[in-house]
Structure formats: C-alpha cells, structure tokens
C-alpha cells in the first residue's frame, strides 16, 4: 500500500472540493436549459440534451466530493 502525506492530501482535496465544482455543474444545467428554450439557432437547440446531460452527470460525480 501506498501512504500518502498529509500535504499531498490536503493538495488533492483542494482541487476536489465540492462548492466550486458543484457550481460549475449547476451553471452547465443552466445553460442547457437556455440552450434548450431559445428559439434562435437550432445547432445550440441540438447541443442542449448534451449540455443538459453533463452537467447532471458532473454533479453525481461532484456530490460525492468532500466538502
């Protein structure tokens, strides 16, 4: 097995901290939604179910981030 110190730790969950990246999740949803009402430009109509789909998938991963 492998022991890692503390500090390595501490690197990692800085970069693996629930907040920030669950954010990110929630703003990807959002912008899937927009994509997905405007009436505009049918290629951002096309990428919302992607967008929408990522971001969902983002925040499982995310809500088993440490706080």
Known sequence: MTNVSKAERRGLSRWFRRGPWEIAAMTAIGIGILMLTQPFLLVLYSYSFVTILAGTVG???VSH???
Do not use: R, S, V
């Open 65 to 67: 981030f440490p706080q």
């Open 59 to 61: 925040f499982l991963i």
